[in-house]
Structures are given as C-alpha cells and as structure tokens.
C-alpha cells in the first residue's frame, strides 16, 4: 500500500517504495500536486511523476535506474556526419539550427503527441502547466532542432545545479530527436554535468548508451550533483570543431 499526500505531506523514502514482486516497481506514492515546490523536492530526491490522464498524480522512484553517463553517449557514424553538416549550418546561419528554450512549451507538446497508434502519452496539460512553470523559473530546458524555421525535433527536462533529468524526446525528421539530445549532452558536458536520469529502461535509451545502476548509486550520486551552482547560460554549442 503506498501513501496518499496531501498538499505539505513530505515525500517518504524512497527506499520504501514498491518492487516489482508488488506489481508496480518504483511507485511509491500518490496525491499532492504539481506545483513547482513540489517537483523540485521530487527531483532533488529522485523522484518523478507519472500517470496517465484520469489518474491521481503517481510519484515513483525506480530501482534500478537507467541513467546515460555523459562520457557513454554513442554517436554512431552516420549521426556524426549528420551532426557535422548542422555544425556547419549553425556556423552559416543556414536552414538548419540547434536552439534552447526557444519553443519549450512547443516541445512538450509535440512530446504529448501520440505515436505509433497509440491514443496519447502520459504528459497531460497539467504535466505541461507544471513543467512550463518550472521553465520559466530556469529549472526546465529545451533542446530543439528547426529547419527553415520549423520545429522539427527536441528534447526536454528538469536541471538543477549539476543534474538534468531527461524527459521526453520527439522527432519530425530522421534523427531530429538524437541531433537534438547530442546537442544537449554536449552542452552539459561543457557545463560539468557527468550524468543525465533517463528513469526507464527502454531499448532506445540504451542504443545511446545509458544503463541501469542500483538507485542507492543513483541518489549518492544526484545528493552531490544537486549541490553544484544552477547553469545559468542555456546556449548551444558546436558539436566538432568546423572546417
């Protein structure tokens, strides 16, 4: 049985919450809001929401978490010449173009979309007014890749101090999606972040090089992360040196 919150109920341990032999690994609590208190204290604990509409907000902590190490991002061949030649129109202001927060609640849509016959995901319009409220406060960012002036693919998620929390990614164009996040890890790199929480195991996820490690490796390692300074200069940056 997991807790109901209410508004000043404070998260339990998250050592507390379900296994898979309960039929719902990595829940650990129900209720509250998504105010930007709230989902910042989620974050900092590692912590997330995650429910479909019509639900109850659902907070979850999953063991083992996927996590994709900065120094393991995989850039295959092909996405590296795709990468170079968007290196080279970014120099030349050309048609296509990494941007930062340009269109964040845009993404988060785009994200919602649904896919492959799917009715929907899970990020409602509240999961949209929460994040947007944390964008506008410096704590929620948007990596997005646009042609001629179209938003054809991005990423978003949570940042503090020297932690960013992936969310969701979409793509209108081949590999818009892995441009988008390059990009992004690229910057964070730049920034000293070592490590991005993909919270899920998923196969794509893992084709990029993330990988499970124990949540108690995981929250050691986000205690001291969280701590860092807030990235304040959200720019993006080349991928290689341009020739």
């Not at 609590?29 to 900092?44: I, K, P, W």
């Not at 590296?80 to 173009?97: E, H, V």
Request: glycine share 6%; charged share 20%; with cysteine.
């Amino acid at each position: 049985m997991i807790p109901w919150l209410e508004a000043d109920d404070p998260f339990p341990d998250v050592s507390s919450a379900l296994t898979e032999a309960d039929g719902a690994a990595g829940l650990l609590a129900a209720g509250a809001d998504l105010s930007t208190e709230r989902l910042l204290l989620a974050y900092q604990n590692g912590i997330f929401p995650w429910f479909s509409e019509g639900q109850p907000i659902l907070w979850w902590s999953t063991d083992p978490r996927m996590v994709l190490f900065i120094q393991d991002f995989k850039i295959s061949a092909s996405l590296k010449k795709t990468l170079k030649k968007i290196d080279r129109s970014m120099a030349a202001n050309g048609r296509w173009q990494i941007r930062f927060d340009h269109a964040f609640a845009d993404v988060m849509r785009a994200c919602a979309e649904p896919r492959n016959g799917e009715a929907g995901t899970w990020i409602s319009d509240d999961i949209i007014a929460g994040y947007t409220s944390l964008h506008r406060l410096g704590y929620a960012h948007s990596s997005e890749l646009w042609l001629d002036d179209e938003l054809v693919g991005g990423a978003y998620g949570v940042s503090i101090g020297n932690m960013f929390y992936g969310e969701s990614m979409f793509t209108r164009v081949t590999d818009a999606s892995k441009i988008a996040l390059a990009y992004l890890v690229r910057f964070l790199e730049s920034h000293g972040v070592s490590m991005i929480d993909c919270q899920q195991q998923t196969a794509h996820l893992a084709s990029l090089g993330a990988r499970p490690i124990a949540r108690t490796e995981f929250i050691s390692l986000l205690r001291q992360a969280v701590e860092a300074p807030q990235i304040m200069d959200w720019k993006p940056i080349p991928m290689f040196e341009v020739n």
